[in-house]
């Protein structure tokens, strides 16, 4: 029996006010590609965060190739064979590719403390070539598209030549060939002997690259499965500790044949080409196309966050203009954005202050001065009515997992009794339990009269919430499904109808 | 299923509306200005007006160059004008009170400007001070140790008349040695700066601190150099301008640091960091001292020399900002 990589046993970790892990335990071997799942806050980045010496456990022991040993630092980690990538981005953008590769590493030059830029950029093409990437070493970070980003981010992880490489959701930005290629490099690492741990919420994905699959829940270790014997379904129980029902929730009908938003002929550079649709009371309006295609551009333009350079927006049948957000919360409409963690929340304020953020000016008097007792009965309406798991309204947004920061801001648009809801990415990083809740939610919206907009990068998500679907590329849309007549397939021609785009 | 990304700029693209155009921006402000002074003021042309700017823009050019690297880690430097003095003052003590060799004097200034740089890098990384606070206290401390070395008095280098004849000696071009000293420490911190594990950590903190932590580097010894190199300038700059006045003024040297502060903006060197270069620094450093002599050639009170200084000040940082709004 092979010598196990990692073990680890008997793992604590707490945060002030959090106790993120309890008696936590997990193995790797050798050759073996061991994914880890669980919902949002089940603690599985803190464990590997422990691993790669991010953090320092509280309690417990690792064993690295049978040694204890202590993992002091990211250093620590990386001189004992241990790399990580994480969910989110940790590039330097105003360097440039080969640079954020090798950063610390710098090959040198006639002196030691002289930098080799010659060598350092032909190592990152080395490695580009051993990887299969098609990357421009010199090329600043802050220029790439982040689906690039990522792949520096994997190019880097990989140049250490580790015996662990933990991956924390790799393939959020990913298109699916970029998907296969990088299965396709873990696979040969794997062969290679090394322990690849996978943390995704993208089951099926894992099905068809894990030996083995750890589930945890609440920051305790439930189990280990092998993935051959394991299903789904059966995984998404011990994820949630409740059997979830895969059918879509009900979408309700839609009868309401009211327009309450329409948009005529809107323009905004390259991305914003003469758009143009309408929306009705109670419907759930999907906008899909590929990343780039100008979707959020549209909603911004509406929202005006961003100006439009032309173009109509009609609310209930009365023209409007809209010169910046708050004159389109003024008429009703709210805008969740991609980032809630940047553009939706105030990360180190409570729940309350964020829930009445877009609303303030009813909560206070003439004088400005804030009336508590109303903010907190309003908050904790919210926080009941859309089940946000949180100890207290006082706790600060940014210890919430994603799926209840989601609500939170939700809770913000519906205290500030807006009725055209744009959600842009509404479950991006947001485990399946909570994904069912927030389409739960937003059917509900949608049953008390509420119209929403929905863009989505995820065509199942999409097919199975909208009434409507318009898809867009290029800045322009391409055209319109219904509901019944909706196929990815279609989905996807109209989301890469270039031809027609470039001849108009 | 997933969908595919948008194509990402050219480097081209990138080049076009990157961190030179603000440096040739800042050239060509130059330039203008000193077509316009020479056309419009009269006596403004001429070999020994463009001498003086040359001279008046050695002490500031040297600060500047220094603070441009704590800056571009996205850090700032407050007590650069006061370190300054007391560097010079450090000077006066060794060279004249102490009457050792001046070779030592001018090692003191550095050492006492890099000890001025670790204690304010320590505060910042190891204290975790927000730079702003750590240099403004410093600013204090080495204002006030200046006047309790020196006992509040000026230290006169008439014993050493080697000091002032070495830095304004005029062997080339009639141009005082001090320019060359300030051009010569440039052209090292442009090394640093482009050419070292030093510069590429500079850049690398300035980008994302955490970033840099996380790949393994030592943030914190690193911040911390930084500022020890800052700190060297410092002792430069004491030096220069000691040799200027040929004595040590402990009540000199608050005020400075907005003049070198506002060269390195000027030149394009980004108060939220990762972004600047000793180049553009250099120009906005001339930019300054060229403005300042050219309005006062041109008669125009002191008063006045403040708000129009300001008012550039502003502009060309909002210039850049308008700049990088529409390339991004």
């Known amino acids: 029996m092979a010598e196990l990589l990692v073990e680890m046993t008997g793992i604590s970790k707490s945060f002030p006010g959090v106790h993120a892990l309890d008696d936590c335990r997990f193995e790797l071997h050798p050759g073996e590609v061991h994914a880890l799942v669980g919902e949002n806050g089940a603690g599985k980045s803190t464990l590997m965060k422990i691993l790669a010496g991010i953090y320092r456990r509280d309690a417990g022991t690792i064993r690295f190739k049978g040694q204890e040993v202590e993992i002091a630092s990211p250093r620590a980690a990386q001189d004992l064979g241990i790399s990580i990538i994480h969910q989110e981005l940790n590039l330097m953008g105003h360097l440039t590719v080969a640079q954020n590769i090798f950063i610390g590493r710098e090959p040198r030059g006639a002196a030691p ?58 393939t959020a930005a990913l298109t699916d060939t970029e998907i296969d290629e990088l299965f396709r490099i873990i696979r040969h690492l794997r062969d290679q002997g090394k322990g690849i741990v996978h943390i995704s919420h993208r089951l099926e994905e894992l099905k068809q690259i894990s030996n083995r699959i750890t589930v945890m829940r609440d920051g305790r270790f439930i189990a280990t499965v092998n993935t051959a014997d394991a299903e789904i379904q059966q995984i998404i129980s ?171 801001v939700i809770a913000k648009w519906l205290t500030a009794d807006t009725d055209i809801l744009i959600f842009d990415e509404p479950t991006r990083g947001i485990d399946v339990g909570a994904k069912s809740e927030i389409y739960r939610l937003l059917n509900d919206l949608a049953k008390q009269g509420k119209s929403i907009i929905m863009i989505s990068s995820e065509l199942p998500e999409v097919l199975r919430m909208s009434h409507r679907i318009l898809v ?23 989301a890469t109808q270039r031809e027609a785009v470039a001849a108009a | 299923m997933q969908t595919t990304s948008a194509p990402a700029r050219s480097r081209a693209q990138s080049l076009l509306a990157g961190e030179s155009i603000q440096r040739l921006l800042a050239l060509a402000a130059l330039v203008i200005l000193l077509v316009f002074f020479s056309i419009v003021v009269p006596h403004f042309a001429s070999t020994n007006n463009y001498i003086d700017i040359l001279t008046a823009t050695a002490v500031n050019g ?64 190891k204290a975790k001070l927000p730079p702003f606070i750590a240099t403004l206290g410093m600013l204090y401390v080495t204002l006030g140790m200046a006047q309790v070395i020196s006992d509040v008095h000026p230290i006169y280098f008439d014993q050493e008349p080697a000091f002032q004849q070495f830095f304004m000696a005029k062997p080339v071009v009639g141009i005082p040695n001090i320019v060359w000293v300030m051009l010569g420490g440039a052209a090292v911190a442009w090394i640093l700066l482009n050419k070292t594990i030093l510069g ?33 300038f410092i002792g430069l700059a004491g030096i220069v301008i000691a040799s200027r006045m040929n004595s040590a003024q402990p009540g000199l040297g608050m005020g400075y640091e907005l003049d070198a502060i506002a060269a390195a903006v000027i030149g394009g060197t980004s108060l939220s960091g990762g972004e600047g270069s000793v180049v553009g620094t250099i120009i906005g450093a001339f930019l300054i001292s060229t403005l300042r002599i050219g309005l006062s050639v041109a008669g125009i009170p002191d008063q006045w020399k403040s708000v129009i200084t300001g008012l550039v000040v502003i502009g060309a940082v909002w210039l850049d900002i308008l700049r990088r709004r529409s390339r991004a």
């Open chain 1, 113 to 170: 403390f002289l930098l080799d830029e010659k060598t350092l950029n032909a190592k990152a093409r080395e490695l580009f070539e051993t990887l299969h990437l098609k990357l421009d070493p010199r090329a600043r970070v802050s220029s790439l598209a982040v689906a690039q980003q990522q792949m520096v981010e994997i190019a880097k992880a990989l140049s250490f030549s580790s015996a662990v490489l933990i991956m924390d959701e790799p």
């Open chain 1, 238 to 408: 011990m994820m949630v500790g409740r059997t979830v029902f895969e059918a879509t929730p009900e979408l309700p009908e839609q009868r309401d044949p009211n327009v309450v938003l329409e948009v005529k002929g809107l323009n905004l550079g390259r991305q914003v080409r003469d758009i143009s649709f309408s929306l009705h009371r109670g419907e759930i309006l999907g906008i899909a196309g590929l990343v780039g295609a100008g979707r959020t551009e549209v909603v911004r333009a509406i929202f005006a966050a961003d100006r439009p350079e032309s173009g109509q927006v009609t609310i209930n049948g009365k023209q409007v203009v809209i010169h910046g957000p708050s004159d389109a919360v003024h008429h009703g409409i709210a805008y969740l954005s991609e980032d809630r963690k940047r553009y939706g929340l105030a990360l180190g304020m409570d729940v309350e202050l964020n829930t009445v953020l877009a609303s303030l000016r009813r909560f206070a008097n003439g004088f400005g001065w804030v009336r508590t007792g109303a903010t907190r009965k309003q908050a904790l309406e919210q926080v009941q009515a859309l089940a946000i798991k949180t100890p207290s309204i006082r706790q600060r947004v940014k210890n919430l997992s994603g799926g209840n920061q989601q609500k939170v």
């Open chain 1, 472 to 494: 867009m590329c290029e800045g322009r849309i391409t055209g319109e499904l219904s509901s019944a007549e909706a196929t990815q397939e279609k989905i996807m021609t109209l």
């Open chain 2, 62 to 125: 040297v600060l500047a160059t220094g603070v441009t690297f704590v800056i571009i880690t996205g850090g700032i430097d407050l007590s650069v004008g006061t370190g300054m003095t007391f560097t010079s003052v450090v000077m006066g003590i060794v060279s004249v009170n102490m009457g050792l060799p001046l070779p030592l004097g001018l090692l003191a200034a550095l050492a006492a400007g890099a000890l001025v740089g670790v204690i304010n890098g320590a505060l910042i990384a």
């Open chain 2, 200 to 232: 590429r950590y500079t850049f690398a903190l300035g980008s994302n601190e955490e970033a840099t932590r996380l790949s393994g580097v030592n943030v914190d010894r690193w911040k911390i150099i930084v500022y020890a190199v800052d700190g060297l």
